[in-house]
């Protein structure tokens, strides 16, 4: 039973454009919400976060929206540059003494120049 | 500061070998964590230990095992490999108060193969 879904496995965008990352949850328990980024041959590195209780929360050029009713985050990036093209994978965490995330499958970006 | 650190690198094993990955971390950090990535599975939890000499088992523990013996180490150990534990392995660190947002530190990985 995936708690944690990104159902877009790929996405391309044009440069400067923006891009839209998408997940997915089932458990309304979580607390935060977080976003990864991995390159190839690399381990994931944290890129943003969203407390449950908040509805935005913005870092330069990457925001996250958390829609609670629908269960639903989403990761814009504004505009997109080539640099960005990873794996983004978002995270859910409930606060308690473990500090454990679950994960979703992930969505690979494609920034084309 | 190195950050995390896994070794080996690489390894190919045969069905029924045993192995050892470590993972160390230089950041005084009590949490630590072993996750698997399979194609379009995401990470998923393995074990993982709130503290030196603690451990506890993860979403999908069977067929592993893991010691934390010092703070800074922790290790993640098959005894039988199958081949279904072909897998890239990630370690992961963290201070975690317990009041936000746990952001964990990860290693560069781990790319077994089991024949």
């Known amino acids: 039973d995936q708690q944690v879904k990104q159902n877009s496995p790929s996405l391309s965008v044009q440069e400067g454009r923006i891009s839209i990352l998408n997940c997915d949850y089932t458990?309304?328990?979580?607390?935060?919400f977080l976003w990864y980024k991995k390159y190839p041959a690399e381990g994931p590195t944290f890129l943003i976060s969203i407390s449950s209780i908040k509805d935005k929360n913005e870092d330069g050029r990457f925001t996250v929206f958390l829609n609670k009713s629908a269960k639903h985050l989403s990761l814009h990036i504004v505009p997109s540059q080539p640099g960005d093209s990873a794996v983004y994978f978002c995270?859910?965490?409930?606060?308690?003494?473990?500090?454990?995330?679950?994960f979703g499958q992930g969505t690979t970006l494609q920034v084309k120049p | 500061n190195a950050g995390v650190t896994q070794t080996p690198k690489f390894r190919v094993l045969k069905t029924g070998q045993s192995m050892t990955l470590l993972c160390a971390q230089d950041?005084?950090?009590?949490?630590m964590y072993w996750y698997r990535q399979d194609p379009g599975m995401g990470l998923r939890l393995i074990h993982y230990s709130v503290g030196e000499g603690t451990t506890a088992k993860g979403e999908v523990p069977d067929g592993y095992n893991v010691s934390r013996l010092k703070k800074q180490n922790f290790l993640l150990g098959l005894e039988s490999a199958a081949p279904s534990q072909t897998s890239v392995y990630f370690c992961?660190?963290?201070?975690?108060?317990?009041?936000?947002?746990?952001?964990?530190?990860f290693g560069p990985g781990t790319r077994l193969t089991v024949l």
């Open positions: 458990n309304s328990m979580f607390d935060y």
């Open positions: 950041m005084n950090h009590e949490y």
């Open positions: 992961a660190s963290s201070l975690h108060s317990g009041k936000s947002y746990n952001e964990q530190f």
């Open positions: 995270a859910a965490q409930r606060r308690d003494n473990t500090g454990k995330l679950i």
